[in-house]
């Protein structure tokens, strides 16, 4: 529960006064004219705050008419969440595609239907009679656990190897029918395929790196001597997947460009074009065909450096169902949810957000997909008193462009939030505006620094081609709160960043932050990496 910090009158709060039930005709007769009148500095601190509303909503209206947005629908919202009145709205029920702000209601819904402390466990089971000391197929079960990592398999493997087993004499079986079947999102772009923001979704999955990225290999291309080929290690997929490698090492200082792919359909990575001898190394996150299988198939090298000797392969498959001698020979329990947000809401990461709707419909309905979780988003957030009629739950991420949500659902959600037990967890998992630590700052660690948003503003971004999107808080030095929600869609030109930072920006002034920038969008900071996807996407932040 929030609780109110006191402080004076808020902007547009004479508003509020006017609204307020008139006194009866004889109970004005009797009251004292000093009780009617405002005293003057009241009337005067009452103007004040309604001339800075107006000056707020010409400010957003001049920063809307940048050119980025000529032809574009913006959906804006900004509002007083302890009073519920709306400052500054334009198009605001207009339903438009969120991109990564998806992920503000799927994290909701999680918390709200989860909870902080819900936890995500994997097993590896057998078919064990007696004290064996070998079974036939050792199966891993996935449970859904969006970070379980490579150290997390080998722990297990020891876990296996010290209950005594020592031979396997079938498969390490890949068992992810916690989740359906459904790898990918049907209208996700297939040319996205090969890249870490796209990877297919299963209920067993390695996490790769600090920040988790689920169904994913690194990929090092590394230049050899002129006239040869260069030096590919597909890290942890070395043994899983194919390599096509038709890329040769040119002379030292000359130019190069690699390109690392994994066509549509395959489980290849392809390398091509130049590299340069002595270049420094590129490094690319690609994903993989089948998460679970490539789970397995980790998990079996695991075992076999721990002495447990695997005569077969690996292979997709289903546990048998538990009866007496099906023996739990090892399982690995995740952090909790709380503690696994900063790496989904940080860095945008649309794996976990997938894995978490799929869990949502197989702990409400039994039923691991993307309708049933979608589903269970839209009755918790309609719970939490945002209105859903209208919007369109389509995905968790936000990559898909079926996705519809409104500037007010937004600005609704982060109000509603505020009363929720896990509200502290869920906004410390936001970006903050400004701060260079990328487990701080997230995807705005490169927006808005040195200006009067820096340290203020925690806020969800969202970017795909034509689509753009802020929405968050901003708190003022008394601890005043607002709320807001700038959705860009169908904009042509640059990404319209520096509106919304400036927007941001304002907001922050409002509030009585010192102003250090001017107010012309075209000054505001953006982010580093390219114009078009998440900086995290890019590990560019």
């Given amino acids: 529960m929030t609780t109110a910090v006191p402080r004076g009158p808020r902007p547009g709060a004479g508003r509020a006064f006017a609204c307020r039930p008139r006194l009866a005709a004889a109970a004005l007769a009797v009251l004292p004219l000093a009780v009617l009148a405002p005293a003057p500095s009241a009337f005067a601190d009452s103007l004040d705050e309604r001339q800075a509303l107006a000056d707020l909503r010409t400010d957003i209206d001049a920063l809307l008419a940048d050119p980025s947005l000529t032809g574009a629908v913006s959906g804006v919202v900004v509002a007083d969440p302890e009073t519920g009145e709306r400052l500054y709205e334009r198009?605001?029920?207009?339903?438009?595609?969120?991109?990564?702000?998806?992920?503000?209601?799927?994290?909701a819904a999680a918390l709200e239907l989860l909870g902080t402390d819900h936890t995500f466990t994997t097993e590896a089971v057998a078919d064990r009679r007696g004290r064996s000391r070998s079974v036939g197929d050792v199966y891993l079960v996935g449970g859904g656990d969006p970070a379980l990592t490579v150290d997390d398999l080998d722990a297990m493997a020891a876990e296996v190897a010290a209950s005594g087993v020592r031979g396997v004499r079938g498969d390490v079986v890949a068992d992810d029918t916690w989740f359906d079947d459904e790898r990918l999102v049907d209208d996700w772009w297939p040319s996205d395929e090969p890249y870490a923001y796209s990877a297919q979704i299963s209920a067993l999955t390695v996490a790769h790196g600090e920040r988790l990225d689920t169904g994913v290999t690194e990929v090092v291309v590394t230049p050899a001597a002129e006239g040869e080929p260069v030096r590919v290690d597909l890290g942890a997929a070395e043994g899983y997947m194919e390599l096509d490698n038709s890329a040769v090492t040119v002379a030292a200082g000359g130019s190069g460009s690699v390109v690392v792919d994994r066509p549509t359909g395959t489980n290849t990575i392809t390398v091509t074009g130049t590299l340069p001898e002595g270049a420094a190394p590129v490094v690319r996150l690609r994903t993989v065909d089948e998460p679970a299988v490539f789970t397995a198939h980790l998990?079996?090298?695991?075992?076999?450096?721990?002495?447990?000797?695997?005569?077969?392969?690996?292979?997709?498959?289903?546990?048998?169902?538990?009866?007496?001698?099906?023996?739990?020979?090892a399982d690995h329990e995740s952090e909790e949810l709380g503690e696994l947000l900063p790496a989904l809401l940080k860095f945008s990461n649309n794996g976990h957000a997938e894995m978490l709707v799929k869990t949502l419909g197989r702990e409400t309905s039994g039923e691991g997909s993307w309708s049933s979780g979608g589903a269970a988003v839209e009755r918790a957030v309609s719970g939490l008193g945002v209105d859903t009629s209208g919007l369109v739950f389509h995905d968790g991420s936000g990559l898909s462009r079926t996705d519809r949500i409104t500037a007010v659902s937004l600005t609704e959600l982060l109000?509603?939030?505020?009363?929720?037990?896990?509200?502290?967890?869920?906004?410390?998992?936001?970006?903050?505006?400004?701060?260079?630590?990328?487990?701080?700052?997230?995807?705005?660690?490169?927006?808005?620094?040195?200006?009067?948003?820096?340290?203020?503003?925690?806020?969800?971004?969202?970017?795909?081609?034509?689509?753009?999107?802020?929405?968050?808080?901003?708190?003022?030095?008394?601890?005043?709160?607002?709320?807001?929600?700038?959705?860009?869609?169908?904009?042509?030109?640059?990404?319209?960043?520096?509106?919304?930072?400036?927007?941001?920006?304002?907001?922050?002034e409002y509030l009585g932050h010192e102003a250090v920038i001017a107010l012309r969008a075209e000054r505001a900071p953006g982010p580093r990496g390219s114009r078009e996807l998440e900086c995290s996407w890019e590990l560019t932040c």
């Avoid at 198009?91 to 994290?107: I, Q, W």
């Avoid at 995807?443 to 929405?471: I, Q």
């Fill in 415 to 508: 109000d509603h939030s505020r009363e929720a037990s896990w509200y502290g967890t869920w906004s410390e998992a936001l970006p903050l505006a400004g701060d260079p630590d990328p487990w701080v700052g997230g995807t705005l660690a490169g927006r808005m620094g040195g200006t009067a948003a820096d340290g203020v503003v925690r806020a969800k971004t969202g970017t795909m081609t034509g689509v753009s999107v802020l929405s968050g808080y901003v708190t003022g030095p008394d601890g005043d709160q607002r709320v807001f929600a700038i959705v860009n869609n169908g904009h042509t030109g640059r990404v319209p960043w520096p509106v919304q930072d400036a927007i941001a920006v304002r907001l922050a």
């Fill in 299 to 329: 998990f079996r090298r695991a075992l076999e450096r721990h002495g447990v000797t695997v005569r077969g392969d690996v292979s997709p498959g289903r546990a048998p169902e538990r009866h007496r001698r099906i023996d739990v020979l």
């Fill in 91 to 107: 198009d605001g029920g207009e339903p438009l595609v969120p991109a990564s702000a998806m992920k503000l209601f799927t994290t």
